[in-house]
C-alpha cells in the first residue's frame, strides 16, 4: 500500500460549518429575539442536524452564547471602537447615540439587550456570557464619562459612576425602542442633555 493511501475515516464525513452556523443563530436570535427561535429552527435555516450542533456546541446554551459572543465582536465592538478614538467626548456620545439611534445595522434592536432582558431564560453559559459583557459596557462609558469629567464637559451634580449606569440604561432603552419600531432619539436626547454640559 502506498504511503500516500489515506484509510476512509468513520462515519460520515464532517460537513457542518460552525462559523456559518453560528451567524444563522446570530442573525435569528438577534431578528426575532432569542426565546422565539428554537434550535430545531436554527437547524433548518442554516441546513445541518440537531445532532451535528449538539456535537459542535454542547446543546442550546453553547450555540447561544456562540451567538452573543459573534454579536460582541462584530457589533458591540464598533461602540467599544467610538469609545477609544481620539474624538472630544461629547462627538464620542453623539456617535454612539447615533449608532444606537439611526445606524441600519441597529435596525432590529440589540442581541447583548434582548439577551439580558431574558437573561433568566439563558443557560448559565450565556448568563456568564451577559455578565463580562455588561461589565465590559460599564468599565467602557466609566472611562469616557471620567474623561468628560476631566474636560469640564460632565456636569458637575453627576458622579461618574452614576452617570455612566444612567448612560448605559438609556442606550439600552434607545435598542429596545428600535427593536420596536419606535423612535429613539428622544431618549437619547434627553441623555444627552442630562450628561452633557452644551457646547458654547
Avoid at 428622544?186 to 442630562?194: F, G, M, N, R
Wanted: charged share 25%.
Amino acid at each position: 500500500m502506498s504511503s500516500e493511501t489515506k484509510k476512509p475515516g468513520r462515519g460520515r464525513p464532517k460537513t457542518l460549518s460552525k462559523d456559518h452556523v453560528i451567524d444563522v443563530a446570530m442573525h435569528a436570535y438577534w431578528e426575532e429575539g432569542p426565546s422565539e427561535v428554537s434550535l430545531n429552527e436554527v437547524c433548518q435555516r442554516a441546513g445541518v442536524s440537531k445532532p451535528s450542533v449538539y456535537r459542535e456546541f454542547g446543546n442550546d446554551d453553547g450555540l447561544s452564547a456562540a451567538a452573543l459572543q459573534r454579536y460582541a465582536e462584530t457589533v458591540l465592538s464598533e461602540m467599544l471602537a467610538i469609545v477609544g478614538s481620539d474624538d472630544g467626548v461629547a462627538d464620542k456620545i453623539r456617535k454612539i447615540a447615533f449608532l444606537s439611534a439611526e445606524d441600519p445595522l441597529h435596525e432590529h434592536g440589540c442581541l447583548f439587550v434582548s439577551m439580558r432582558s431574558t437573561k433568566a431564560q439563558m443557560g448559565p453559559q450565556t448568563q456568564e456570557l451577559i455578565d463580562q459583557i455588561e461589565d465590559m459596557a460599564f468599565d467602557a462609558f466609566v472611562g469616557l464619562l471620567t474623561e468628560a469629567s476631566a474636560s469640564g464637559q460632565l456636569k458637575n451634580d453627576i458622579s461618574v459612576e452614576l452617570a455612566a449606569r444612567y448612560l448605559h440604561a438609556q442606550i439600552g432603552m434607545a435598542l429596545d425602542h428600535r427593536a420596536r419600531g419606535q423612535d429613539p432619539k428622544e431618549v437619547l436626547d434627553l441623555a444627552l442633555s442630562v450628561l452633557v454640559e452644551p457646547e458654547e
